[in-house]
């Protein structure tokens, strides 16, 4: 992994006990991306967990450090449906602490105190939805498509409205309004509707 500076881990990677690998600046664990990590991890500053991701680490995992059990990152982020969890092949059940710049997590995120431990000095964001009003009415783009980035948010009013496709990330918000005289339905035809994990209809 010399010579790529980011990583988007989609499959399994175990790093046994006093095995190590260098990684990529930047990593990301999607989808079916699975990292198990007991021995050493070099090079990586930033590692995020998202769409189904796992982290997976027990003692005596070590990452950018000599001292095993500990993680130094610049950047851990726990998102939306990413998980990091105690790896129960580790060889002894002592805490692992994380020793972070910063520590991103999804609203829903719990920190397993039982096996990690985050300095105090660390920065603890929460990566909110946007909550800003929902003022505004979802425009489709040039070719008909309706794409909600994180932190937008739209409402559709009563009515038909046609989309081609229908895409709502991680933290993005799609509302439909009723019709408030309880007359008219809002109806939506759209060939694909695609929610990932946090995002909300
Ligand atoms: C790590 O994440 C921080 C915050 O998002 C960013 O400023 C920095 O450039 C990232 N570093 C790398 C090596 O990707
Ligand atoms: C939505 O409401 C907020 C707060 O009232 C306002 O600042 C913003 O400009 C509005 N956005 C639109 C698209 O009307």
């Known amino acids: ?9 989609l499959h399994k990677l175990f790093v046994a006990s006093r095995a190590s690998v260098h990684l990529p600046l930047s990593v990301s664990i999607e989808d079916s991306g699975r990292l198990e990590a007991l021995g050493a991890i070099t090079g990586v500053h930033n590692i995020s967990i998202s769409n ?7 003692r005596p995992v070590s990452v950018r450090s000599s001292q095993e059990g500990v993680v130094s990152l610049n950047v851990l982020r726990v998102d939306y449906d ?29 920190l397993d105190t039982s096996y990690f431990d985050v300095p105090r000095n660390a920065r603890r964001v929460t990566l909110y939805r946007d909550e800003s009003p929902l003022n505004h009415t979802c425009v ?33 918000e799609l509302r439909l309004e009723g019709d408030p005289s309880g007359v008219e339905l809002t109806k939506v035809i759209s060939e694909l ?9």
Do not use: N
Not at 52 to 57: N, S, T
Not at 89 to 100: F, P
Not at 141 to 164: N, P
């Open 82 to 110: 990413g998980s990091l969890e105690h790896s129960s092949r580790g060889t002894d059940s002592g805490k692992v602490t994380l020793r972070v710049t910063e520590l991103q997590t999804a609203p829903q995120f719990t």
């Open 193 to 201: 509707v695609h929610i990932h994990p946090g995002g909300g209809l």
């Open 1 to 9: 992994m010399y010579g790529v500076t980011s990583l988007v881990l």
């Open 140 to 172: 489709a783009d040039d070719d008909g498509d309706l794409h909600l980035f994180r932190s937008q948010s739209c409402y559709i009013a009563s009515g038909t409205h046609t989309f081609r496709d229908i895409v709502i990330d991680s933290g993005a």
């Open 52 to 58: 189904g991701g796992v982290f997976k680490l027990a």
